[in-house]
């Protein structure tokens, strides 16, 4: 899920359906015509994110408590800036029985909304984070990479590691709390084929295990959903794992638009904010060094964040740009120093004026709420 996020539709199935159609040609004999279409076995990652298409529905989920919401102060993915695809907007899964969402935690360990939206259930497997080692440790044992390989643990290994396992049925309308780096996999209950299937439809009889879920992620501003997003934020660093949450980017707009009044919470964005002006000066200081001229480029308005091209890190503030196979491609300091240690070659770009930045880390104070 990790990886799929920002796509359309895919296909969770290689193979062809081995179904075929039967046809009557001229001469009266039967001729098997070849199925050339794939099968669509699980439709993941369906955006929903135009609210021009789907105005009606999303108005529909206004009506959810304040927590659960797509958008609202309350929740640190609408302060991102701009759109990260099935996390800060909703996105639909359309099952076959059958299908399996793989183990996986959401991306940087956010929280998740899912709704099952019928006719058929879907049952669910879910660890608590404080056992993700755990699990991690037996896709090692097995050969298989936790962030980018595809697995389902086995009930007993996790009986036998002493990893509890909440196990549950979502049925259509219900909807589905995941905690901040909860480790979870989920099936489409059900065990009928496609001809069984259109023979059910047909006949009006229902069909269990064939069910659409909607879904998008949520952070609650608190100093536990923060602290575990920024520690997997620098774990994704060490694994070659890209964040899709830009969480220094996020940091600062919360620092612009909240007032926090959780002390752990405030220490959590201080340090992060501290931290990267840090770097920000280092990085100018080098650049100066090198004699490289910085030019002010500035943000537009609900622009994307910006990832290394070479190895997928945010690059925040200060962009080293040089142009590949005809296109302006955006690298990390390190890995500019990489290609070349004196910077020729590259143009470096800065978004926010120093000034700016310090004046933005001054003016976040933690607040203290008028006693009630």
């Not at 290689?14 to 699980?42: A, C, P, Y």
């Not at 994110?49 to 927590?67: A, C, G, H, I, M």
């Not at 952070?219 to 070659?240: D, F, M, V």
Request: aromatic share 10%.
């Amino acid at each position: 899920e990790e990886k799929d996020k920002t796509s359309g539709i895919h296909t969770f199935s290689d193979s062809d359906s081995k179904d075929s159609m039967s046809n009557s040609g001229v001469n009266g004999k039967k001729k098997k015509i070849k199925q050339t279409n794939k099968m669509l076995r699980f439709g993941t990652n369906v955006d929903l994110s135009d609210e021009r298409k789907w105005r009606l529905q999303l108005n529909e989920l206004t009506k959810l408590p304040v927590f659960t919401r797509v958008v609202s102060a309350a929740n640190m993915l609408s302060h991102v800036g701009h759109v990260i695809l099935g996390m800060n907007t909703v996105q639909l899964y359309m099952k076959v029985p059958g299908s399996r969402t793989p183990g996986h935690q959401e991306n940087n360990n956010f929280c998740s909304i899912n709704i099952n939206i019928g006719p058929g259930d879907c049952e669910w497997f879910a660890v608590p984070d404080a056992y993700w080692g755990g699990i991690q440790q037996l896709c090692e044992k097995n050969n298989i990479d936790y962030l980018h390989g595809s697995w389902w643990p086995v009930m007993e290994d996790l009986y036998n590691a002493n990893i509890p396992v909440y196990r549950f049925i979502q049925r259509p309308g219900d909807l589905v709390w995941v905690n901040a780096g909860c480790v979870h996999w989920v099936y489409s209950r059900g065990n009928i084929n496609i001809l069984q299937f259109v023979v059910l439809f047909k006949l009006n009889v229902g069909t269990t295990g064939w069910c659409n879920n909607i879904a998008w992620n949520v952070g609650p501003l608190t100093a536990r959903q923060y602290s575990l997003a920024i520690e997997r934020y620098e774990w994704n660093k060490l694994q070659h794992f890209k964040s899709i949450v830009p969480m220094v980017h996020l940091s600062w707009n919360l620092a612009r638009n909240i007032k926090v009044s959780d002390s752990k919470l405030f220490e959590l964005i201080k340090n992060c904010l501290l931290q990267t002006l840090r770097h920000v000066i280092a990085t100018l200081e080098y650049v100066k060094l090198k004699n490289v001229e910085v030019r002010f480029h500035g943000r537009g308005k609900n622009e994307a964040s910006h990832y290394c091209g070479q190895c997928e890190l945010e690059v925040f503030n200060i962009l080293f740009i040089r142009e590949q196979e005809k296109r302006h491609v955006v690298h990390c300091m390190g890995c500019a120093r990489k290609q070349t240690p004196s910077l020729s070659g590259f143009v470096c770009l800065e978004e926010y004026r120093l000034s700016e930045l310090m004046q933005v880390y001054d003016a976040f104070v933690l607040h203290h709420p008028p006693p009630s």
